[in-house]
C-alpha cells in the first residue's frame, strides 16, 4: 500500500507534499516517512495519507484561474491607485508574484 | 494543556489541532473565528445586490469576484473555527440563521445608493484588512492559514473600493455632495468596527494573554485612522466633527473621543436586536432557505456515494 507523505518545516507552517512511501498501516508509514523524508530535511511534522484516498483534478480536465483574461481582479490592475496601506501594498505584492508565475508558464 | 502553559507559550501559529487545548482557549477562539466567518457571509450579502446596480461591466464583474471572494473567506473561517471541536460548520450556519450568530456592526445596516458603497469596499474592507493582516500572527495556526489566503485577496478588494471613491469624488458637484453625504453617515459606524474600547471590551485581555489576538481593539482603532483620515481627505471628503477625532502629536497618532459615538446603537447592534439586523439576517435566512434544497441533494449524494467529479468556482 502506498501513503503519500506531506512534510511541515516548521510550526504553523503549512504540511506540503514531499513524496510517498511503500507500507503496510498507518503506523509503519508514518515510521517510514520519518525514515526517508524526515532524517535529512528539517521537520516539525508529518502526515501520512493513503494514495487512493487522494482525488486529483487536472489542466486537461479543467480551467483554473488564471487561463482565462480576469484582470479586473488583481490588485496589480488598479493602477491609478497607491495601495492605502503597508497591508494592501503587500497583498498585491503577493498577487504580482503570482501573476508573474503564470505569465512565465504561458 | 492547562491555561497557564498556554498564556507561556502563545505566540504566532503556536498552537494547531493535534494540541490539546484548554476549553476555555477553544471557546474563546471559536466565538472570535465565528464572529469573523458570520461577517464574511453578511458582508458578502450586503454587497450582493451591487453586482445588478454597478453603472459599468468593469465595475459588475469585480463586485461579482469580489462576492465570491468574501463567501469563500467565509467557507475557509468556519472550516477553521470548526477545527477547535466546538461547533460544527452546520451549526454556526444555523445560528447565523436563527438569529443568535453575531457579525460585524457594518453589516447591520442596509446599503441603498451606489455612493454609499465605498463606505463599505474601501473603509470597511481597509479597516478589515488592517485588522486581518495582524492576525496572521494568531496563535490558532488554521485561523493564521485562513488569513494568508484572505490577505492575499483583500488587496483587490480595497484598491477597487478606493478605485470607486476617486472615481466618485472627481465626479459631479451633486455626486460628491452625495458622496460626503454618505461618509457622514457611515464614518461614526466605520470607527465603531474596531469594537468597544479596551476597558470596556469583555474578551479583549484574554484573547490577547493567549495570542489569539496580537494588538487591542484600540491600537488597531488608532494606526487605521493614521491611515484612512489622510486618505478621506485626499480625495476630498470632509471628516465630521462629531466624533472629535484628535491628532496626538506626543505620540503621533488620532485618538477618537469615544464618548461621541452611539454605544447604545452598536450594544444594540451587538444583540443583533436593531432593524437593520432583523432585515439583514431576514434576507439571508431566506436566501438559505431558498436554496435549501441544493444542500439537500449534496447531503443524500453524500451519503449514497462518494464519487463525483468536483467543479473549481474559479
Known sequence: MIWEVFRQEKSGGY????????????????????IQHGRRMKTHSLWVAPQREI?????????FGGMTDKTYRWATSYTDIEPAAPE??????????????????? | MDLETVKERAGPRQ???????????????????????????????????????APSIDRKLAFSAKVQD?????????????????????????????????FLNCFHYPMESWHEVPMIAFFVDGAAMHRQA?????????????MDKVCFEEGFHVKHGESILSELMNGSKATQEKTQEAFELWWPRIIQFFGPTNDKSVHNDFAQQVGLKTKSNDELRDTFLDTYVPKAEKYGLEIPEYPRIEYDEAEETYHVNED?????????IAK????????????????????????????????????????AAD
Open chain 2, 70 to 102: 468574501e463567501i469563500g473567506h467565509a467557507q475557509l473561517l468556519y472550516r477553521a473555527a470548526e477545527s477547535l471541536g466546538i461547533k460544527t460548520r452546520e451549526e454556526m450556519l444555523d445560528e447565523l440563521a436563527n438569529g443568535e450568530g453575531k
Open chain 1, 15 to 34: 504540511h506540503k507534499h514531499c513524496g510517498n512511501v511503500h507500507a503496510p498501516d498507518r503506523e509503519l508509514a508514518l515510521q517510514f516517512a520519518a
Open chain 1, 88 to 106: 494592501v501594498a503587500e497583498s498585491e505584492a503577493e498577487q504580482a508574484d503570482v501573476e508573474h508565475s503564470l505569465e512565465a508558464d504561458s
Open chain 2, 272 to 311: 443583533n436586536d436593531s432593524e437593520g439586523s432583523h432585515e439583514q439576517i431576514g434576507s439571508r435566512a431566506h436566501a438559505q432557505a431558498a436554496v435549501e434544497w441544493v444542500r439537500e441533494s449534496m447531503d443524500s449524494w453524500e451519503q449514497a456515494s462518494n464519487t463525483g467529479t468536483p467543479q
Open chain 2, 134 to 146: 495582524t492576525l496572521k500572527n494568531t496563535s490558532w495556526t488554521p485561523y493564521a492559514h485562513a
Open chain 2, 260 to 268: 461621541d459615538l452611539d454605544w447604545d446603537e452598536f450594544w444594540t
Open chain 2, 15 to 53: 498552537f494547531a489541532p493535534k494540541d490539546d487545548m484548554p476549553e476555555k482557549y477553544r471557546k474563546a477562539a471559536t466565538r472570535m473565528i465565528q464572529f469573523h466567518a458570520n461577517s464574511e457571509v453578511m458582508g458578502g450579502y450586503l454587497e450582493k445586490p451591487f453586482i445588478r446596480q
Open chain 1, 55 to 63: 482525488g486529483e483534478i487536472d489542466a486537461d480536465e479543467m480551467s
